[in-house]
């Protein structure tokens, strides 16, 4: 089939089921969106690879190399992305991608600290799949943080534990996997071994329905799972350090791969750093049973630290609720706060307010207790 020859008979997958970019997650609701597109000349296609300006879409016609010139506005949200289902034009060399279809999700992280940019890691996923070794001791604060983007993306989120081969013990294993679902209330916990196939038949089948991103820290063992669930070695494999178990990024880009047993794999350089960006509704989602504790407290603005009917503070007491995980959730909140307030004038305010409240409580209390030394 060739760009001259596309038609709209060529947009419906249900219509047409050896349509070619039905494996790559095209449908019935992406070709009703696409439908003014294809009135302007412009066909369509999916955003393997991205790099320098320019990126690689896979058409009915073959994979294309377009440039990105039309689609590169200042909001660094808004470039076009790995997974992006675009609007390319068939005529001219180069080729462009004219625009690309509204995002149904979009994992985003913050870019540094000091800023309040976010970065768009993969666009258009249906499972965030966060890769943890076993080769290392669990770090559960970074997986909730993962979990907290996974989660904001509107992605469903899925844990793999790999390198369970590693874990001579098989209750042991099943330990690991219980710490890391505590950690994670409502999603998938998956112990895998690349080297013995371990799991591997369970994950292929959850990831089969859709597109699923790889994320995860360099050493992860993201790439030796992908080429697993791939079939073939695709994607390059470096040895892991075992000092700390990281290694150096594998994979410097992101690149869409179908996947044999159905779906399609965006894998991803492992993340040093994984900053939240405007990810409240993440955070909740992950300490789900905080937020609900959190509705018995006495006070609507209750921030759970020393008010009078806390109910968080209460489990906390009793022993319902982990240290552990109250800090975490305190630590995720302040960071995600910080990042929309530089964003978010009213947000800044609020918060000022609350710090001067709190200032303000802070030196009454201590003034109290030298009148109360002062009178004994």
Known sequence: ????????????????????????????????????HLERGLVPG????????QCDVVTADGLV????????PHDPLRVICTGDWAAVDPGGDPRYVREYLPRRTAFVRSTSSK???????????????????LAVELDLGRIERFLALAWESGAQPLVVLTKADLVPDPVGVAYLVQDVETAAPGVQVLAVSSTDGDGLDVLGAVVSGGTSVLLGQSGA???TLANALLGEDVMAVQAARDVDGKGRHTTTTRNLLVLPGGGVLIDTPGLRGVGLFDAGSGVGQVFAEIEELAQGCRFLDCAHVAEPGCAVLAALESGVLPERRLESYRKLLRENQRI?????ARVRNELRREWKRRGAEGRAAMEAKRGNRAWH
């Open 115 to 133: 800023r309040s940019e976010g970065q768009i890691l993969a666009a258009n996923v249906d499972y965030a799949i966060i890769a943890v070794s």
């Open 46 to 53: 999916r955003v393997v690879r991205v790099d320098r300006g």
């Open 221 to 223: 063992g993201k790439s």
């Open 340 to 344: 929309v307030a530089k964003t978010d």
């Open 1 to 36: 089939m060739s760009f001259s020859s596309f038609s709209s008979s060529h947009l419906s997958s249900s219509g047409s089921s050896g349509y070619p970019l039905a494996a790559y997650g095209w449908d019935d609701a992406w070709a009703a969106e696409f439908a003014p």
């Open 65 to 72: 190399r377009v440039d990105t010139e039309f689609v590169t």
